[in-house]
T-cell receptor, first 113, second 116 residues
Framework: SAVISQKPSRDICQRGTSLTIQCQVDSQVTMMFWYRQQPGQSLTLIATANQGSEATYESGFVIDKFPISRPNLTFSTLTVSNMSPEDSSIYLC??????????FGPGTRLTVT | AQKVTQAQTEISVVEKEDVTLDCVYETRDTTYYLFWYKQPPSGELVFLIRRNSFDEQNEISGRYSWNFQKSTSSFNFTITASQVVDSAVYFCALTLYGGSQGNLIFGKGTKLSVKP
């Protein structure tokens, strides 16, 4: 298994500002993923972050809005830029731990006012 | 394209009842993984089980059991003798084996309420 931590756990932000979310894993992993869960909805993949290469974004998500860093095999950040109330969601970091197992961090609850 | 359907939006049971959560998936690929996750009110996503497409054996873990049937593309989850602590949203998910691993396609979730 993998133990994943995220910071911050929650935040309330003003419209037009940016928030950077950190994800730390207790072991080295090749692939890290960022998901979004809008209120009352299911989870949607934002992007895949591999160390040493640019993140790969899913349809509907762009790098200017959600820049991602992956400086090493245990850490990644997701920035939510120029926020609007529609960005209010839970953002979850996830890792693929091999053998088909996939784990999620505790999530960051973001409220944009 | 892949799709996961959880037709039950909400289920309410009384403690000690058995409850089955349905999951139907669609994919043209022959190699894939299926998952169940639990999301309690606190929000974290708890991994429950992963099953690969080559393994149709049913699995039991304590009060939890899973029935995987490729013939009907279903991966149903049963909680026996439900408890209040089982109250949560349960998600079924699918990912393909290989390069797309990690890109989980989630169902919309089933909210389970277990009343004392």
């Amino acid at each position: 298994s993998a133990v994943i931590s995220q910071k911050p756990s929650r935040d309330i932000c003003q419209r037009g500002t940016s928030l950077t979310i950190q994800c730390q894993v207790d072991s080295q992993v090749t692939m890290m993923f960022w998901y979004r869960q809008q209120p009352g909805q299911s989870l949607t993949l934002i992007a895949t972050a591999n160390q040493g290469s640019e993140a790969t974004y899913e349809s509907g998500f762009v790098i200017d809005k959600f820049p991602i860093s992956r400086p090493n095999l245990t850490f990644s950040t997701l920035t939510v830029s120029n926020m609007s109330p529609e960005d209010s969601s839970i953002y979850l970091c996830s890792v693929f731990a091999g053998l088909g197992e996939q784990y999620f961090g505790p999530g960051t609850r973001l409220t944009v006012t | 394209a892949q799709k996961v359907t959880q037709a039950q939006t909400e289920i309410s049971v009384v403690e000690k009842e058995d409850v089955t959560l349905d999951c139907v998936y669609e994919t043209r690929d022959t190699t894939y993984y299926l998952f169940w996750y639990k999301q309690p009110p606190s929000g974290e996503l708890v991994f429950l089980i992963r099953r690969n497409s080559f393994d149709e054996q049913n699995e039991i873990s304590g009060r939890y059991s899973w029935n995987f049937q490729k013939s009907t593309s279903s991966f149903n989850f049963t909680i026996t003798a439900s408890q209040v602590v089982d109250s949560a949203v349960y998600f079924c998910a699918l990912t393909l084996y290989g390069g797309s691993q990690g890109n989980l396609i989630f169902g919309k979730g089933t909210k389970l309420s277990v009343k004392p």
